[in-house]
């Protein structure tokens, strides 16, 4: 999504997570949503970028209303977050989840608001430097639940990984001109759900898909199966369309693997369709039109200038004395000791 001046997206495996249903805004609206499917056991990111603004902005992550780590940049770029810290050298990812019974039975504990949102609140502010000593590193549950029921999708914390030590002392954010409260520019909620909700809910509109003439057609299926209701009944066939993937040169990062083919610090790739398909479902229903979008950060790793500082306190982990200077803008990759190298640690988007 783009509004007032700044981009957010959320990516899984490595690919831009597609919108839907907008909420109608104006310049003048301070905040714009959208649906996204989330899949349970995927590990996300959270994406934002400023498009010139020319103002130090710092951003503020709430997953179901709980603040989480976020970052600062000086005017200009692109960063990302992909978890929580779980120690001052340790990371846990972000991750979509699922409640259980053990969950369901602890959901008056733990009456979250905002539940089923990931919101990004970019504010306007000043630092001044050199702050107060870091804040200490909060626990995190394992899923955040609120009121959901057992089975339903929330969001989670993966295993801890090892990550790039956290720094001593914190900026303390204040407002331009020195006030108490940095206002906030701009605010983006993704409201997430299982895709199969957005469908039923006519969020996400769908097709049905019929196998051509002479294709085969999957074991156990029925021409005859009228699996779905779907209005109107009287659908008739439409062409196939199948996403035809190119081979891309070899990546950097052995580790990772991709057909698409690719354009230097581009996110969107435009994908031929052919008119064939080896074997389908009978009948079965796929997203209208989806979108393949390969994320390509256009920075190496974040600067680890600003984290915020969790659950108890919203204020923004910084480098120590001798490395506000670097701090305070964007630094390139290798110019801060203990900085890690592009793809060193588990969910990061693989730089190009």
Not at 2 to 13: D, L, M, P, T
Not at 76 to 96: H, I, L
Not at 295 to 305: F, M
Request: proline letters at 11%.
């Amino acid at each position: 999504m783009k509004h007032r001046g700044f981009e957010a997206f959320i990516v899984c495996n490595n690919h831009v997570v597609n919108e839907y249903g907008f909420t109608p805004v104006s310049n003048d609206t301070l905040e714009i949503a959208c649906w996204i499917p989330a899949t349970p056991g995927e590990k996300f990111t959270v994406v934002w970028r400023d498009l010139g603004s020319g103002h130090k902005t710092a951003g503020y992550i709430y997953l179901d209303g709980v603040v989480v780590p976020g970052r600062f940049l000086d005017g200009r770029g692109e960063t990302y977050r992909t978890g929580v810290r779980s120690g001052k050298g340790s990371e846990r990812p972000f991750v979509f989840s699922m409640t259980t019974r053990d969950d369901e039975e602890q959901k008056t504990k733990d009456d979250l608001r905002n539940v089923g949102t990931i919101r990004l609140r970019i504010k306007r502010c000043e630092s001044d430097t050199p702050g107060r000593p870091a804040n200490p590193v909060g626990p995190y549950p394992e899923r955040l639940v609120g009121k959901r029921r057992a089975g339903e999708t929330c969001i989670g914390f993966g295993k801890s990984k090892p990550y790039y030590m956290q720094a001593q002392y914190t900026w303390k954010v204040v407002g331009p001109g020195g006030s108490k409260k940095a206002p906030t520019v701009v605010s983006f909620a993704f409201k997430y759900r299982p895709m199969d909700w957005l469908i039923d809910h006519g969020i996400v509109q769908i097709s049905v898909i019929h196998p051509m003439p002479g294709a085969p057609v999957a074991p156990g299926t029925s021409d005859d199966e009228d699996e779905y209701d779907l209005e109107p009944q009287n659908i008739k066939p439409a062409d196939v369309q199948v996403i035809q993937l190119h081979r891309a040169p070899p990546l950097p990062d052995p580790r990772v693997q991709s057909n698409l083919s690719l354009q230097s610090n581009s996110r969107v790739q435009s994908i031929p369709m052919v008119q064939s398909i080896p074997m389908v479902q009978s009948n079965s229903r796929v997203p209208s039109n989806p979108r393949v979008q390969f994320y390509t950060p256009t920075v190496a790793t974040p600067t680890p200038q600003a984290e915020a500082a969790g659950t108890t306190s919203s204020g923004f982990y910084a480098w120590n004395h001798e490395m506000a200077s670097n701090a305070a803008g964007a630094a390139t990759p290798g110019n801060h000791p203990g900085a890690p190298t592009p793809g060193s640690y588990p969910g990061t988007p693989n730089p190009q």
